[in-house]
């Protein structure tokens, strides 16, 4: 079955450590979102990227980065810079013919 | 993107019909209406979207009005598996980077 895989499920960190959360999908979608949820809320979107090679920032990108060199693929960089870095973060996709999917989602957890 | 509001929270008991209310009084006219919900440690999942009619698929269906300012989700038999959080969004497109997700509505399906 074709979907959205993030890995790993769960994600601890060290203060001043950058960490990489991984997101794959297999449905052939240009579009490639990365959002942040905070317990109560709702989603908040970091990053975006239309098409492979491009990437714009969402509504609160500062301390994170992206890259998009394969259209399967759309890793989320947590950097130092993010002062509160933990939060339930999803990945999703979607395309003109089709809605919008969304992995499982990534915990992430500094010690 | 027009905003939306619903109910915080509502109960339902198993085996009733569950029927979740959405006002978007400033909804454009070509802006649909979509309805995901999120299941606790999930992403979300969609579940059924509309223009103007009003629609069913296998999970639910969806009112609107005959104005558009509101709709209706009705999970017509509800589960405990039907618990979740559920987030009514209002867009003109199917991308993620127009989706605005709001704290939603969370319902508790009773034994």
């Known amino acids: 079955d074709g979907g959205i895989t993030q890995s790993p499920k769960y994600l601890f960190r060290k203060e001043g450590q950058n960490v990489t959360l991984s997101c794959e999908q297999n449905?052939?979608?240009?579009?490639m979102y990365w959002y942040r949820q905070d317990p109560g809320q709702g989603l908040r979107l970091i990053y975006y990227s239309q098409i492979v090679n491009d990437f714009q920032k969402g509504d609160i990108a500062e301390g994170y980065s992206v890259s998009r060199e394969k259209k399967e693929s759309f890793p989320l960089t947590v950097t130092s810079a993010q002062k509160n870095p933990t939060a339930f973060y999803l990945c999703?996709?979607?395309?003109?013919?089709?809605?919008?999917?969304f992995g499982d989602g990534t915990r992430l957890s500094i010690l | 993107d027009a905003k939306t509001t619903q109910p915080t929270s509502m109960d339902c008991a198993e085996g009733r019909a569950a029927n979740l209310p959405c006002n978007h009084s400033t909804i454009s006219g070509n802006e649909y209406v979509y309805w995901y919900r999120q299941i606790h440690s999930q992403g979300p999942q969609y579940i059924i979207h509309g223009l103007k009619n009003n629609e069913t698929n296998e999970m639910a269906s969806l009112i609107i009005t005959e104005d558009r300012k509101s709709s209706t989700l009705i999970l017509p038999h509800a589960t405990l598996r039907d618990t979740a959080v559920y987030y009514c969004i209002v867009s003109k497109t199917n991308t993620g980077n127009q989706f605005y997700f709001g704290t939603g509505t969370s319902l508790t399906v009773i034994p």
């Open positions: 999703a996709s979607s395309t003109d013919w089709d809605r919008v999917h």
């Open positions: 449905l052939n979608h240009d579009a």
